[in-house]
């Protein structure tokens, strides 16, 4: 026969250091929680830096390409003026080649913006009705 004192610890009733009440459950998940959520937040300071430091190295890649093209014109009007061409000439189409250049930019800006269209994203996985028939 057993004694109080040494009752069976392989029964199904947990003992008092073992047993886990529903506000410890609660507030471990809450611990939990609040860790991803703060590395969630970390996460995303750190691409918000890295977006930041992004931009601006592009910002820089486009000014130096903007400043690349403009010595180009440069170069090619100052050897048209070493050929003997007006500079009325030079400059007419030098501004030509600039408008033409823009006009082919807008024309890509245009046509990339056109692609990014969502809604045959949003109709391929949202089909209505209609569309069924």
């Keep these: 026969m057993m004694t109080p004192e040494h009752h069976d610890h392989t029964s199904d009733s947990p003992s008092k250091e073992e047993a886990v009440t529903a506000d410890q459950l609660t507030l471990s ?3 939990w929680f609040k860790s991803l959520l703060g590395l ?7 691409w918000i830096a890295s977006s930041a430091q992004l931009v601006a190295l592009m910002c820089g890649v486009v000014f130096l390409l903007l400043t690349s093209w403009l010595l180009l014109i440069a170069l090619i009007a100052t050897a048209a003026w070493y050929a003997g061409w007006s500079l009325l000439a030079i400059l007419a189409i030098a501004l030509i080649t600039t408008l033409v250049s823009a006009v082919v930019l807008a024309y890509l800006i245009r046509r990339t913006l056109q692609r990014m269209d969502l809604t045959r994203t949003l109709d391929a996985i949202l089909s209505t ?3 069924d028939d």
């Design 29 to 31: 998940h809450k611990q």
């Design 40 to 46: 969630g937040a970390l996460e995303a300071k750190i």
């Design 129 to 131: 009705d209609s569309e």
